[in-house]
């Protein structure tokens, strides 16, 4: 019997309709569009502006999205994570109403959450279900509302994110395409310098909290731009050695969309072809737990069963990775 591994054998996405652009953000704070596209690489985001609605909109447009390209049906699906450090709320996964929402009834349904990191961990996460035989459809998605926790008078962290999410299926395969390796890694000594600080247990939300700000997102943003070059660099790199792979072997660098400088560091690391790095920062910004689904989808056409990818993230917590993974099917 062949080795069974687990292969992404669909992908959907959503973004919602409202486009910040950069020209809209200098009436909003001190910058202006030269200065956050050198900085960037960054043109636009999309905010989900409806009241109400959260990351639990986002993903379920994007797993209907994946649903109706691909004719999976919801009843069949085993497990539903939603990659996200941005749920709905506390308490009540996202992941759970999602699978309601789109007819996952006989899935379970769980949050994961890692910050920018959280679809890698996903992926691996999914990726040992299938591998364990136990299940047979799990469906990953990865969705932030980023608007919610952002202060659009701090230039450190406005201008950056947006709003999105992207969905794939991962299934058993015995064709030996799918997730071949990981390397995972975190440091919890670096959640000092990227975190929404009040709204969990430690801080809880008091109205002195809300009237200073505090329950914004912060980042300390030298610090973690290091960070995100060196680490993410450094296991792209290292999934390459531990697979005796070449970068003209490699296809595509599938690459965490917080900044175009950490992304053209880690393919120049690798020594990679800027044709063969996905990029849609201009159009998104950093999505955070969506940007790589969100690549999936984009490139999803350009995609050949066999192609080689090299996935790579960096998040706060410290949070980082890379896995190396074959595609699985032609579009």
Known sequence: ???????????????????????????????????????????????????????????????????????????????????????????????????????????????????????????????????SGRYKKILLIGADKNSSMINYKDRATCIIFG?????????????GFGLHDEYLRSDGSGRDFLQATYGGSSFPITPEAVAEGKHFVFQDGKTVFKNAVSNMADVAVKILERNNLTKDEI????????????????????????????TNIE?????????LPLLLNDYEKQLKKGDKLVFAAFGGGFTWGSIYLTWAYNS
């Not at 595509?252 to 063969?276: E, G, P, Y």
């Not at 159009?283 to 940007?291: E, H, L």
């Open 283 to 291: 159009k998104y910004g950093n999505t955070t737990s969506a940007t």
């Open 1 to 131: 019997m062949s080795k069974i591994t687990a292969a992404i054998t669909a992908v959907g996405a959503y973004v919602p309709e409202h486009v910040l652009t950069n020209k809209m953000l200098e009436s909003m704070v001190e910058t202006n569009d030269e200065w956050i596209t050198s900085r960037t690489g960054i043109k636009e985001r999309r905010i989900l502006k409806e009241v109400g609605k959260g990351t639990s909109f986002l993903a379920i447009n994007a797993a209907q999205d994946l649903i109706d390209k691909s004719g999976v049906d919801p009843k069949e699906i085993d497990l539903v994570i939603v990659a996200t450090a941005t749920p709905d709320m506390k308490a009540a996964a996202t992941a759970s109403f999602t699978a309601t929402a789109i007819g996952a009834v006989n899935a379970f349904a769980y949050d994961l959450e890692a910050a920018c990191s959280s679809f890698l961990f996903g992926m691996s996460t999914a990726s040992s279900y299938i591998e």
């Open 251 to 278: 296809s595509w660098l599938v690459a965490h969309q917080a900044n175009k400088r950490i992304i053209d560091a880690t393919a120049n690391r690798i020594d990679l072809d800027s044709k063969k790095v996905m």
């Open 163 to 175: 709003d999105g999410a992207g969905a794939v299926l991962f299934e058993p395969n015995e064709e």
